[in-house]
Structures are given as C-alpha cells and as structure tokens.
C-alpha cells in the first residue's frame, strides 16, 4: 500500500534550471493536488486536477505547469525555477469525501 | 483574510498534560471539517472528519468538537505524549468541493 508516492525528496536548482516533481498515486482517486507549504503561510494550493485530462489553477499557480498523465500520475514543472520558489511541495490526491492523501513531500531549494 | 484561522500558533506542553487546539471559520455553505497532522519531515495525516450533524468525535486520545452555528471546532488531546508533537491543520470543505486550509497549531510536547 504505497499510497502517494513523490519524486525526489529533495532538489537543489540554480536560478533559471527547469525540474519536474513526479507524483503517482495507487488508490484509484480521480482527484489529484500539488500544494506548497512555506513558513507561516500553510499549504496553499499550486493547480489541481479534478479528473484524467482536466488541471486547473488553484491560489498560486505562477511559475509552474502540471500534466496528469493518466489516472495515476500527476507533475509539477518549473520551467525556470527562481529563488522564490524555495519551499517544501505536496502531492496530494482526495477520494469521494475529499479526505486528503498527501505525499511524503520534496524540500526544493532554489539559489 | 483567512477564512481558517487556527490558535494558538504554537504551544508547548509537558508530556501527560492535556491541550485543545481552535479553529474558527469563515466559508460557506459547510460541508465537513478535517484534522491534520503533520509530523516534522512528513506530509498531512487525516485526524477525524466533522460533518454538519456531528458536535463530538473521538479518535483515540484526540477529540474534536464542532459548533456549526458559531463556526468553531476545537481538537482536544488527551495525556499528551512526545509523539503528539506535530503541526495539526484545520481543512474546512465548502460550497463545491473547495478546501480552505488552516495555518496549523504547532504543538511541542516536551518530558
């Protein structure tokens, strides 16, 4: 039972590097999430994607891209990561009571 | 404004001793509230769910309470122990399966 499963825990980027955060989910859940949570601000939500073939923006969606790959597979892109955008990332997908499941989370760092 | 706020930020207690935790809330129209826990390093765990109908709710040596008229639910830990240690999140879910998520209360138990 893995549940959510991220990819890395950690990642240190350069200013303008471009990554990809994987996330994969066994638990057939349609819903899936990306938050990012900093100090004193919570979780907030990055984009989320309701079903396989939809994404949408959530509260903080500048600077990054998603693609639900299939029902399973949900990434994050940052196309040109900046200082910013240090922070530590959740995926996250919910069943039909929108009970959350999170990953295990990626501490990225960017200088 | 945050429509979760969550108090006190922090607190710290010795193990034994019992704690609650508030969360007050401003979203509409309710559907349920969820408590997280979150261990240092690792992503949010679901605590309990609180629907409209439910004023009291037991999960071990946590219990949570919710007043839906006045918007308040409280989660109260019973003979705290070193493993309560943790930032407990406060998610409310609203209109159409939106989440509003809490700061957290970070709680340090100390021997």
């Known amino acids: 039972n893995a549940g959510v499963t991220q990819t890395p825990k950690f990642q240190v980027l350069k200013t303008g590097q471009s990554m990809t955060l994987q996330c994969a989910q066994d638990?057939?859940?349609?819903?899936m999430y990306w938050y990012r949570q900093d100090p004193g601000m919570g979780l907030r939500l990055i984009y989320y994607?309701?079903?396989?073939?939809?994404?949408d923006k959530g509260e903080v969606p500048n600077g990054y891209n998603v693609s639900r790959l299939n029902k399973r597979e949900f990434s994050l892109r940052l196309e040109s990561a900046a200082p910013s955008q240090t922070s530590v990332y959740f995926c996250?997908?919910?069943?039909?009571?929108?009970?959350?499941?999170f990953g295990s989370g990626t501490q990225l760092s960017v200088l | 404004k945050n429509q979760v706020e969550q108090s006190p930020q922090s607190l710290i207690i010795l193990e034994g001793k019992n704690c609650t935790l508030q969360?007050?809330?401003?979203?509409?129209?309710?559907?349920?509230l969820r408590w997280y826990k979150q261990d240092t390093g690792r992503g949010p765990v679901s605590l309990t769910i609180m629907t409209f109908s439910e004023n009291t709710k037991s999960n071990g040596r946590y219990t949570a309470t919710l007043d839906a008229d006045t918007k308040q639910s409280s989660l109260h830990i019973t003979a705290s122990q070193l493993s309560d240690s943790a930032s407990y999140i406060c998610v409310v879910t609203y209109g159409n399966n939106r989440l509003a998520f809490g700061k957290g209360n970070q709680v340090v138990v100390i021997p």
């Open positions: 969360c007050n809330y401003t979203v509409s129209p309710f559907s349920n």
């Open positions: 994607s309701a079903s396989e073939g939809t994404t």
């Open positions: 996250a997908s919910s069943d039909r009571t929108e009970k959350l499941f």
């Open positions: 638990m057939n859940h349609n819903s």
